[in-house]
Structure formats: structure tokens, C-alpha cells
């Protein structure tokens, strides 16, 4: 007979964003009459309030602490909205890097749903904290973890009440070359796991064997005479890019009179935090900081930055300065091309089979990464004006919407990731560690999903008691109850 359970003894999970889908990500956590937000940022296939979580579905004025995993604008970007156009009145949390990186990278990004001015007043209620430090709020206890992924990312382990939740955000376990990849919080019985879905189950080649296909990729483009486009988001993995980049040149004289461009505003700015936070990264690029710091120092040359300063790349503020002529490499932003420099690059190099674009991170559904991942005949030109956009077929208008003028895609298209997500082994491997007896599973595709979940499930045959794995949708209530008293 099932008792009746005292709803004081459950903890209710809802998705206000980042449920069977990667975007908007934003999840609200209640339990013994606390309430944690953790992230809140937007969808990047949507423009507009389109793009933001369900924030009409709670209400965010009972939400005691918000906690942000990390700077992308899928986990951070409403956060301005949030502090600036809502009823939210809790207190804010993010580690230090993720705070100074997110200050210029919203600045940079351009959305109607709040302004500047609405970004710089909210900005000094953000509260930064250090990684495996523990802080009470309210009676709830937090701890960020390393989360590998990007410069600042952490996994928040939460404590209400005696219930153990570690929530990983976005979080990669690969050998990188500048971040700390992530590990279980040792010696912790962890009563409830939210993590990552992106990749369900796929699994990623070594990292090794994709560093040598990405540059035989990149090098193969330019050695028939092409142009290489790479799409990235303004910073994060674009520095784990170019490392591997600016090594490779390095060591390869021939390719030295090719230019390697980083087209971001912010390629300085971030070049100082990275700088600052050398000592928050691995120790593989502590190494190269001592060694390329005493080189500088031999060469009675103070002005060189170590290995954030880069010795075969030069940043490109905007298009007008760049001399598209012979070959090249460009990283540019954003990454899933929607529109800015990455999409204007796209529309003018796409026509000539000589070029190539080389995807490294996620691609989003409805997004032109995504589209490009198809190889389709032809692109829609909306950075390109009419008369400039090479003749093609035109659009077929078949919701009478005015005919967008076409560009034929003849560039070659090769995706290798480096987005700095778990593979499903990876992340199977980590959830089975954690062994807490619930699992929730948000921030990745509907098929993805379901896919890590039935492998999850498959692995119950084995257990004595059972693992309950839960996927919830966006605005659907999870009730999960825990009967033991935890704070015994
Ligand atoms: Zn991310
Ligand atoms: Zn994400």
C-alpha cells in the first residue's frame, strides 16, 4: 500500500527551458520551501521573447538563488532580462571567470529583450565565487566544481535540507589542452543527478585522431587553393581551436604565409581574462605560460603575453579591414551562423568548391549549422544584399513570404566537434559513478535524449534497486518524493 506522500517530502523539478531540446536553458528546483534556479539563457534558433524560457509558467519571485553554470548564451543570456524585466528578487551566483567573460560577451550580443543599460545596472548584483568553495544562502548550500568544457564552467553541487543534487551544466571529461577536465565530487553521496544530454549516446573518435582529421581538414582546403570558414562561438572554444591551430603552424613552416584570423571584438578583452585565469586551467597550459613567458623575458620582450597571445593569428574587428584575397583561415562568430560575420563569410565564400567550412561545435536544430551538416544546393542570402549575392535559384516562397534571393553552396562541409560535451560513453561512464538513485536529463535533442535514456534504463537489469531516470519536457512538473528524513 502506498503511503500518501506530505509534498514537504518532495522535490519538484520543472523546466522552464532545456527540456528535450539544447537552448534556452533554465530549470527551477524546490524542496522543503526553497527554491533554486539554475541558468537562464536563450534559444539560438529563436529571436525575441520566442527565445526565452518559460518564465511566465513560476513565479520568479519566490526563487531564493540562481546559480550559472557557465557563459554561453544558452545558460547565461537572460540573465539581464531576468534581473532587469522580471519580478526575480533572489540573489545571483557564477565563478569568477564566468563573470568577467560574461560582462563583455553580452555587450557584444545583440538582443531587443533588454538593453546596455538594463546589462551594466543588473551586472554588480552577480555575486562570484571560487571553484570547491562551499557558501550557505538561506539555508542552502552550494559548491562549484570544474566542469571542464569552457574557461569558468562549473557543476553545482546543492545541499537542501540534507537532499544532495549535483546539477553539471555543461561539462566534458576529454584531455584538453587548457581546461581542467570535470570529476566527481569525491566522497559524496549524491542523492539526485541533472545532466547534459547532447550527444545521447554517439561517441566521439580519441581526441588525438580528431586533432590530426581537423587539421588534415583545414590544411586539405587550403592546399587546393580554398579558403577556410570556421564557425565559432565568440570565445570559449575558440581558444581551445586556436591553440591547436597556432601549434600546428607552428610547426609547419609551410603554412606560416597563410593567415590565421580570430574575427571577434572581444579577441583583446578575453586574451586578458584568459591571462588572469591561467591558474584556474590545466597544467599543460601552465606549462606553456612559464615557457613562453621566460622566452619573452629573454628576448627583453615584456609587451608578449604567453600562450594566449598568439604567434600565427591576428584578429579582425569587422569585414571591412579584411583583405579577402588568396588563402586563409577565419574563425568567426556566431557560431551556428545565423547571421554576423560567420554568415556573411558563408554567403560569400559558399559558391566555390575550392572553399571549405569546417564546423567544431554543437549545431542547434534550426540553425544554418545545421542546415549546412545536410550539404543543401543552395543557402538563403540575408547578410549578402540582392544585387551583390551571386545569380542562383531564388526561393521558392511557398508562404507567399517575399522570395529570398539564393546562393549556390558548392564549398565542401566537414564537422568535427570540439564542443567540449560528454560522448554517451563518457557520460555514462560519470552518471554510473555518481550513482545517485535519480537521474534527470535535460540539455540535449528529443532523439538524443531518449536515446541515453533507454541505454540508462538497459543498465537497471542488473540493479537491485532501480535507477529512476527522468526527461522531462518544458513546463512539466516533476514530483519526486523522498520520504527519508535527510536532515536526521
Ligand atoms: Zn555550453
Ligand atoms: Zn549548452
New binding site residues.
Given amino acids: 500500500i502506498e503511503e500518501p506522500i506530505d509534498p514537504a517530502d518532495e522535490l519538484m523539478f520543472l523546466c522552464l527551458g532545456g527540456g528535450n531540446e539544447v537552448g534556452r536553458s533554465c530549470h527551477i528546483l524546490q524542496y522543503k520551501g526553497k527554491t533554486i534556479m539554475l541558468d537562464a539563457g536563450q534559444h539560438p534558433a529563436r529571436d525575441g521573447l520566442a527565445a526565452l524560457p518559460y518564465f511566465d509558467e513560476f513565479d520568479l519571485s519566490t526563487v531564493d538563488i540562481l546559480l550559472i553554470s ?1 557563459f ?1 548564451l ?2 547565461a543570456s537572460a540573465l539581464p532580462y531576468v534581473l532587469a524585466k522580471t519580478n526575480f528578487r533572489g540573489r545571483v551566483f557564477m565563478t569568477h571567470p564566468t563573470k568577467a567573460i560574461y560582462k563583455w560577451l553580452i555587450q557584444d550580443s545583440r538582443t531587443a529583450l533588454y538593453t546596455e543599460a538594463d546589462h551594466l545596472s543588473t551586472f554588480s548584483q552577480i555575486e562570484a565565487v571560487d571553484f570547491n568553495t562551499t557558501h550557505t544562502v538561506s539555508s542552502i548550500r552550494f559548491t562549484p566544481y570544474p566542469a571542464g ?2 574557461l569558468g ?1 562549473a557543476m553545482f553541487l546543492i545541499e537542501i535540507a540534507g537532499l544532495k543534487i549535483l546539477f553539471t551544466g ?1 561539462y566534458s571529461r576529454e584531455d584538453d589542452r587548457h581546461l581542467v577536465s570535470a570529476e566527481v565530487p569525491r566522497g559524496i553521496k549524491i542523492d539526485v543527478l541533472i545532466t547534459e544530454s547532447t550527444y545521447g549516446i554517439a561517441t566521439h573518435i580519441p581526441r588525438a585522431e580528431r586533432e590530426t582529421a581537423l587539421m588534415k581538414s583545414v590544411t586539405g582546403i587550403l592546399n587546393r587553393g580554398g579558403r577556410v570558414l570556421m564557425p565559432v562561438f565568440a570565445l570559449g572554444r575558440a581558444q581551445e581551436l586556436l591553440l591547436i591551430l597556432d601549434d600546428y603552424w607552428a610547426r609547419h613552416a609551410e603554412f606560416q604565409r597563410i593567415p590565421i584570423y580570430y574575427a571577434s571584438n572581444l579577441a583583446r578583452k578575453c586574451m586578458v581574462v584568459y591571462q588572469t585565469y591561467v591558474s584556474a586551467m590545466n597544467d599543460n597550459i601552465k606549462r606553456l605560460f612559464r615557457e613562453r613567458m621566460a622566452e619573452a623575458e629573454q628576448a627583453g620582450d615584456t609587451e608578449k603575453g604567453g600562450p594566449w597571445d598568439f604567434r600565427f593569428v591576428r584578429s579582425l574587428k569587422n569585414l571591412e579591414r579584411f583583405d579577402d584575397v588568396g588563402g586563409c583561415v577565419v574563425l568567426a562568430s556566431p557560431g551556428m551562423l545565423q547571421s554576423g560575420i560567420s554568415r556573411e563569410l558563408l554567403e560569400r565564400w559558399a559558391p566555390s568548391d575550392r572553399n571549405g567550412v569546417v564546423i567544431t561545435g554543437y549545431s542547434v536544430e534550426g540553425t544554418m549549422a545545421k542546415q549546412m551538416s545536410h550539404e543543401p544546393e543552395s543557402i538563403p542570402a540575408i547578410m549578402t544584399n540582392r544585387s551583390a549575392a551571386p545569380v542562383g535559384r531564388r526561393g521558392l516562397g511557398v508562404h507567399g513570404e517575399a522570395e529570398k534571393p539564393m546562393i549556390p553552396r558548392r564549398c565542401s562541409v566537414q564537422e568535427f566537434s570540439f564542443a567540449a560535451h560528454v560522448d554517451g560513453q563518457e557520460n555514462q561512464g560519470f552518471i554510473e559513478e555518481v550513482a545517485a538513485p535519480v537521474v534527470i536529463l535535460v540539455h540535449g535533442e528529443k532523439h538524443n535524449m531518449m536515446r541515453l535514456k533507454s541505454k540508462l534504463l538497459s543498465l537497471n537489469n542488473d540493479k537491485a534497486v532501480k535507477t529512476k531516470i527522468f526527461s522531462p519536457a518544458n513546463t512539466e512538473e516533476l514530483r519526486i518524493p523522498f520520504k527519508v528524513d535527510k536532515t536526521a
Avoid: I
Wanted: cysteine-free; proline content about 0%.
Fill in positions: 557557465h554561453h544558452d545558460h568544457h569552457v564552467a555543461d
